[in-house]
């Protein structure tokens, strides 16, 4: 599969989430989990699109590390999620719209990008930016 096909299926799990938030993570060219934003259904204000998917497969797993793994997102990771992706150790995360994007459509933000947290931290993640970002800020107007 390609990058923009596993994007695709963040974005169909994005579309069953309480905000247009979806996430995938690949190990080994294979989707291995996916999950949408429930912090409405849950009443948890943490439960974020990647924060579910992270903790749907570490807890598959029974493993803390997803080192190897790439964790697609429609949505970039905002502070909370960014710093689990850390604490995780993901390898690469590759999101759609900017928090700047989503700033700019009045969507609720807290300005500090993934990149940051990340620059701050003890990992080297690499990180992707705009990959079917237009396909997937639709989902937010």
Same mark, same amino acid.
């Given at each position: 599969?390609?990058?923009?096909?596993?994007?695709?299926?963040?974005?169909?799990?994005?579309?069953?989430?309480?905000?247009?938030? #979806?996430?995938?993570?690949?190990?080994?060219?294979?989707?291995?989990?996916?999950?949408?934003?429930?912090?409405?259904?849950?009443?948890?204000?943490?439960?974020?699109?990647?924060?579910?998917?992270?903790?749907?497969?570490?807890?598959?797993?029974?493993?803390?590390?997803?080192?190897?793994?790439?964790?697609?997102?429609? #949505?970039?990771?905002?502070?909370?999620?960014?710093?689990?992706?850390?604490?995780?150790?993901?390898?690469?995360?590759?999101?759609?719209?900017?928090?700047?994007?989503?700033?700019?459509?009045?969507?609720?933000?807290? +300005?500090?990008?993934?990149?940051?947290?990340?620059?701050?931290?003890?990992? +080297?993640?690499?990180?992707?930016? #705009?990959?079917?970002?237009?396909?997937?800020?639709?989902?937010?107007?």
């Amino acid at each position: 599969m390609t990058p923009e096909e596993y994007m695709r299926i963040a974005l169909e799990e994005a579309k069953q989430g309480d905000a247009p938030y #979806g996430a995938v993570i690949v190990k080994d060219n294979k989707v291995v989990a996916a999950a949408h934003n429930t912090v409405k259904r849950d009443r948890d204000p943490s439960a974020h699109a990647e924060m579910n998917v992270i903790r749907k497969l570490t807890s598959q797993i029974k493993n803390l590390s997803l080192a190897g793994c790439t964790i697609y997102t429609t #949505g970039e990771p905002c502070p909370m999620c960014a710093t689990v992706c850390v604490w995780a150790g993901i390898d690469e995360i590759v999101y759609a719209v900017s928090i700047k994007d989503l700033m700019r459509i009045n969507q609720a933000q807290i +300005d500090i990008s993934c990149e940051e947290i990340i620059a701050k931290s003890f990992r +080297d993640i690499k990180v992707t930016k #705009g990959l079917l970002k237009e396909e997937c800020l639709e989902l937010f107007q």
